[in-house]
């Protein structure tokens, strides 16, 4: 027999609170011994093939404050444009609880098909209700061709998906949540 359904209301909504780092990143929150090293801690090996690249960011609010327990995933080919068997790609990085900064160390992704070379990302903190997606583009590819960034309806907010390079192998991707110069989300 199956139970009437009509009589359930709908609970409220949770955000990620702390438990995100509790259940994703627990090394990191000082919780040890179920995994030997957090998951995702490292995208790729040391000698990986390719430029080895650090990224780092910030999560802003609509007020420009930034966010310090925001835990970042992120997935990418290789430096050949490969997904798959021997090619990772998936790093799992929190913000350090006092500054906010997030950091990526990884290999520049290669252009997949007419696709620029980018790293998608996928955010959770406190306060977000449903995990947010964008991407992440780099400074100086050509993205004349990148069948999103040409989609974009309104082009003057490209630049936010774009990383700026801020020296050797290192660029700098801040991401604001709303307000003046917010970061692109993507529905997927």
Known sequence: MVQPLNTLTETASQTAGPYVHIGCTPNFVGIEGI???????VPFPKDEPGEHI???????????????????????????GTFGPGSRGFARMP???????????????AAVGKQSPHIALWIVARGINIGLQTRIYFEGDDHSADPLLTRLEHQNRVETLIAKKTGDNSYQFDIRLQGEGETVFLDL
């Open 54 to 80: 650090t990224i780092t960011g910030t999560i802003l609010d609509g007020t420009g404050t930034v966010l310090r327990d925001v835990l970042v995933e992120s997935w990418q080919c290789n430096a050949e």
């Open 35 to 41: 995994y030997d090293e957090d998951l995702g801690l």
């Open 95 to 109: 913000s350090d609880l006092t500054t906010g900064i997030w950091t990526l160390n990884t290999v520049k992704p």
